[in-house]
């Protein structure tokens, strides 16, 4: 059969498009493409900042969900009802917090006149030194300072009360977010499966199984993360603690509850809760334990980086370095504290995600589906483990 010519004839090329060079045309694709994705993204940071008081308790949530999960999951596979093992892990939680607390303002009790005698010496000794050489600070000095510092509270007594002000509608909302907290955590662990399907069905048809890698892939990383963390943080408070016990340090057990709190926060929480550790070491026991505190915390600090990340996260968190320390210090510019908390798993999270749904294809549904295994049923064991 003969091949017939087309008739068609080729569009006429614009001169002017013409003279741009290819560079600058694929420069500029490139350009209006990233703009539109910054402006998406500056939006949503937006609306996040406007919606905090729902956002952050949400979150909140969700990493307690990932924490818990597995434990619910864990007790329903040996029969448990699920009210009674969501119930259970719930109640966990409380009694370890509630635990801590105890033993924290336990040991503060039992160290505070040792505490006052100690802060009373260290007091002396630093108005010796600040009336030697080279400061020459005397106690009129001092007193003088004081002076000036009582009338600048007397003349600025409003905008005190205003703060204070701030302070309780603050513990309002705190209360508020513990109430989003704790529903959305039972309610995540009891449907989380159900709750996760309504999502993917908003989702066109089409996309609908990549979204559900994704989604799987997502839930798996945060999961992985957050038991890491606990491990690490668990492991960094229990060497600090043994350390300060060792070197005598006052507030052993509140510089380990500091210490498990700040490894939450990779590289910036470490710091910080290690110079706690030191400072304290510093002003009760003088400079000679602060040194060896700050030893203790170097070798936890070491053991944690060089031991305890590899070890156990292997390939289940894929976050370079790089990307931890600059996705640290971009959560704390846009959002402080709360920022730099949930930093690092937002980007585990949201790198598991993307890579899942550039990497699925239509066959991992058919393998799926021909493997003759069931689907997921959304009322047995909540959200996945």
Not at 138 to 160: C, E, F
Request: include cysteine; charge should be neutral.
């Amino acid at each position: 059969m003969p091949i017939i010519p087309s008739k068609r004839r080729p569009n006429p090329v614009d001169p002017a498009v013409d003279a741009v060079p290819a560079g600058l045309r694929i420069g500029a694709a490139f350009s209006w493409r990233i703009l539109i994705v910054v402006a998406a993204l500056a939006l949503v940071v937006a609306l996040v900042v406007l919606l905090q008081d729902i956002v952050v308790p949400f979150l909140i949530a969700l990493l307690l969900c990932a924490l818990l999960a597995p434990m619910s999951a864990f007790l329903q596979r040996h029969r448990w009802p699920k009210w009674l093992a969501v119930l259970s892990s719930l109640v966990v939680v409380v009694l370890v917090i509630g635990t801590l607390a105890l033993i924290v303002t336990a040991q503060i009790r039992y160290d505070l006149p040792s505490l006052e005698h100690r802060l009373h010496k260290t007091v002396l000794s630093l108005q010796a030194l600040l009336d030697s050489e080279p400061f020459g600070i005397t106690i009129k000095d001092v007193n003088h300072w004081v002076s000036t510092g009582s009338a600048y509270l007397q003349s600025h007594a409003s905008s005190i009360a205003s703060g204070f002000q701030e302070a309780g509608s603050g513990a309002v909302h705190a209360l508020e977010g513990l109430f989003i907290v704790v529903f959305t955590t039972i309610f995540v662990l009891i449907d989380g499966r159900r709750i996760w399907g309504w999502v993917v069905r908003l989702f066109p048809r089409r996309a609908r199984p990549r979204i559900e890698a994704a989604g799987d892939a997502g839930w798996h990383t945060l999961t992985s993360f957050i038991r890491v963390q606990l491990v690490v943080a668990v492991t960094d408070a229990l060497g600090v603690v043994i350390g300060a016990l060792i070197l005598q340090v006052p507030l052993a057990i509140p510089i380990g509850v500091i210490v498990f709190l700040g490894a939450f926060v990779p590289v910036v929480g470490a710091i910080v809760a290690g110079s706690v550790a030191v400072v304290i070491a510093l002003v009760f026991n003088g400079w000679v334990a602060a040194l060896f505190m700050l030893g203790v915390v170097v070798l936890v600090q070491q053991l944690e980086s060089h031991v305890l990340h590899p070890f156990l996260t292997g390939t289940a968190v894929k976050v370079h370095p790089l990307g931890v320390v600059l996705g640290v210090t971009a959560g704390t510019t846009i959002a402080g504290v709360v920022g730099a908390f949930f930093a690092v798993p937002f980007i585990a999270t949201v790198n598991a995600m993307v890579t899942a749904a550039a990497a699925w294809r239509p066959d991992d549904a058919v393998a799926a589906s021909g493997t003759g295994s069931a689907p997921a049923d959304p009322d047995h064991g909540g959200v996945q483990s």
